[in-house]
């Protein structure tokens, strides 16, 4: 395991010159995405991917997404369909992942795609992304820039907290907008499929097709994130309470008149503000059960609509017995 320096970029011409020679010598730099921060790699060169499990900790089956410039890369290593193409065009950039065949000979190193015949492909949002992807020319693998199983990172400062000597340098890009990693759909034939629910909500990628969208069922596609136990806090977690009990923490959402200590997803109940804000409160709330002698973390319900349906699946793995 490397012991590294890790180094804070600015979001200047420099950071990014420093991030893209770092990367072209096949060390892990993190990166800001607008869903969460992404640790990044050379997707073609074996030993810079294998760098991103070493730094996360992450078991090696689960595979990464590549992320590219342009559709015109992203065509370059993945077949599209018709309407992956529809939402290709429709959604990005943006917080989207399509699961994909796989090109022939495209150069991708077999740790991304962990052997699987498909390919998971994306086009971020964050003009730093977009600068970074550009000056490195070709796909950069990223899984979310935490360790593995715990809370995503929505700032550079979360990313050094969980990975400061495990990878070379975070690019500063400030605090993510979206703060849910990205929706991940794959295909079954014509039909469309959930794999994860995320920043995009399901219900535009519906209107987009015409089609309802199929939940993943398992079968010939593997899904993504089927760790039960993931983005976890050390501290218990109770969701769907009405009110905390035996001295929790309470993480709230909706206006909020009881007094109980803790945070709010959002006071007046925007699903947006409190994706953007759910990682970092409960990192804050974690924190703060640790000071206080290990007490638990208590959720109010949250509606399971648009980006609520990601918000809970966050949550109910948030709140999984840890294995
Ligand atoms: O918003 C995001 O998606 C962030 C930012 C950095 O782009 N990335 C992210 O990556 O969340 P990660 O590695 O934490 O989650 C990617 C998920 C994994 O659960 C993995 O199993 C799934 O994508 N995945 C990757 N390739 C796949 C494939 N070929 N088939 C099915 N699932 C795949
Ligand atoms: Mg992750």
Redesign the pocket.
């Known amino acids: 395991m490397v012991d590294y320096n890790t180094v804070k970029l600015s979001d200047g011409p420099r950071g990014i010159r420093a991030a893209v020679s770092l990367l072209k010598s096949g060390d892990p730099v993190a990166f800001p995405?607008e869903?969460?921060?992404?640790l990044g790699a050379d997707a073609c060169n074996d030993r810079a991917v294998a760098g991103i499990f070493e730094a996360k900790n992450r078991p090696s089956f689960?595979?990464?997404?590549a992320?590219v410039a342009n559709l015109e890369i992203a065509e370059t290593i993945a077949s599209f369909s018709d309407s992956a193409r529809d939402l290709a065009q429709a959604f990005w950039p943006g917080?989207l992942?399509l699961?994909l065949p796989r090109k022939p000979d495209t150069g991708l190193s077999d740790l991304v795609?962990a052997g699987?015949d498909?390919?998971?492909v994306?086009i971020?949002a964050h003009p730093l992304a977009q600068e970074l992807l550009n000056a490195f020319g070709g796909p950069l693998a990223?899984?979310?820039?935490n360790p593995s199983g715990r809370v995503?990172a929505t700032s550079a400062d979360h990313v050094l907290d969980g990975l400061r000597h495990r990878i070379a340098a975070v690019v500063d890009g400030g605090q993510c907008e979206v703060g849910l990693?990205?929706t991940?759909v794959?295909f079954d034939g014509d039909i469309s499929v959930l794999?994860?629910p995320?920043?995009l909500p399901v219900e535009a990628i519906a209107a987009c097709l015409g089609q309802e969208m199929q939940r993943f069922k398992g079968g010939d596609?593997?899904?993504?994130?089927q760790m039960t136990s993931h983005y976890s806090p050390d501290a218990g977690m109770r969701i769907n309470a009405s009110a905390p009990q035996d001295d929790a923490i309470w993480l709230g959402f909706g206006p909020d008149q009881t007094g109980y200590r803790g945070l709010n997803l959002s006071v007046s109940g925007d699903m947006v503000e409190a994706a953007a804000n759910l990682f970092s409160h409960l990192r804050e709330l974690d924190a703060l059960a640790k000071t206080e002698g290990g007490k638990s973390i208590a959720v109010a319900s949250i509606p399971k609509t648009g980006l609520g349906l990601a918000i809970n699946d966050r949550l109910q793995r948030a709140a999984a017995p840890k294995d």
Request: charged residues 10%.
């Open positions: 995405t869903t969460v921060y992404g689960n595979p990464l997404i992320h917080p992942t699961v795609t699987l498909t390919v998971a994306r971020p990223a899984p979310s820039a995503s990693e990205s991940i794959g794999l994860r995320g920043g596609i593997t899904a993504p994130g």
